[in-house]
Structures are given as structure tokens and as C-alpha cells.
């Protein structure tokens, strides 16, 4: 199990990592292309469609690694306030949630990477690029959100366990 969860781990990381060079690499361009423009060298215009493809697929490929590292956006006043088995229980709802919307997503997007597989739907602005591999990120995404959940379920359950006697489980 410990070699999964690091396997795990790494392929968040890699998909981290693709996203940041990503960024880096987008705003490199942008640069070239206004320095181009001004220059009177042309211009690049495929790279909105390039943009566009790379923020919305990196979006959902790194937000479980955001999840992971827990620097996702969230309002913790209510779990401070709250007494801390409670705050536990509360956390772990809201992880089942995650969960639970996670597989819809994956579900759906699922889906919708089917269709455009079986009926060859292709997206053309500057170049052709076939729709399934640009919904790909979706479930994908999804399906590692879901893992994600899942283990912050399990540390949280690690927490009760640690923090709460074994005797005292009835009444957590």
C-alpha cells in the first residue's frame, strides 16, 4: 500500500510540475508575441487556443495535488469554532462530499470523452485537435480528486483514532 500511495503521490507531483512549466511557458510566449507584434515580425496566433487548452486541462490535472497540499480555498472559521471531535466529523463529511461530487465528474466526464471518441468530434480554431483528448482531463482529473478524498478521509480517521481513546469510539 505505501508503494501505491507513493506512486500516487509522484503522479500528482508530475502533473503539478506539467502545469507549472505550463505557466512558465505561456507566459514566455505571450511575451514573444507582443515583442513579435511591436517588432513588426508577425505573431503567434495559435497560442489564446494553446492558453486555453493548457489552463483548463491543467486546472483539473493539479487540483488534486492543491488538495493534497491543502492550500485549496476554504473557510476554516466554522471548523475552529466548533469543539474538535465535531470539527473532525464535520471535515470528514465535507470529504465525503468532495468524494461524492469527484465521482460525479468522473462519471460524466467519462461520458462525454466517449461520445467525443465514438462520434470523432474534432475542435477547430487554429488547429484540429480531436475533443476526446481535450475532455480527457476531466475524469482523469476527477478520478484522482476522488483517491484524494478518500485518503483525506482516511487521515482524518487517523486523527480521531490518535486524539480520541478506543474506548471513547461509540461516542465519536
Request: aromatic letters at 12%; glycine letters at 6%; charged letters at 15%.
Amino acid at each position: 500500500m505505501a508503494v501505491a500511495l507513493a506512486l500516487f503521490e509522484k503522479l500528482l507531483g508530475f502533473f503539478a510540475t506539467l502545469f507549472a512549466l505550463a505557466i512558465g511557458s505561456i507566459i514566455v510566449l505571450i511575451c514573444l508575441d507582443v515583442a513579435m507584434r511591436n517588432l513588426s515580425l508577425g505573431s503567434l496566433p495559435w497560442l489564446i487556443e494553446l492558453s486555453e487548452y493548457l489552463l483548463y486541462a491543467g486546472t483539473f490535472l493539479a487540483a488534486p495535488w492543491v488538495l493534497r497540499q491543502g492550500n485549496h480555498v476554504r473557510v476554516d472559521m466554522l471548523f475552529v469554532a466548533l469543539p474538535k471531535r465535531l470539527a473532525v466529523r464535520l471535515e470528514q463529511l465535507v470529504d465525503l462530499l468532495g468524494f461524492g461530487i469527484s465521482l460525479v465528474l468522473l462519471y460524466y466526464g467519462s461520458a462525454v470523452v466517449s461520445d467525443a471518441w465514438r462520434t470523432d468530434m474534432v475542435a477547430y480554431k487554429t488547429w484540429y485537435v480531436p475533443e476526446w483528448l481535450l475532455f480527457l482531463a476531466i475524469p482523469v482529473g476527477a478520478l484522482l480528486l476522488a483517491v484524494e478524498f478518500v485518503l483525506r478521509f482516511l487521515r482524518v480517521q487517523g486523527v480521531v483514532r490518535e486524539t480520541y481513546d478506543i474506548s471513547d469510539r461509540a461516542s465519536i
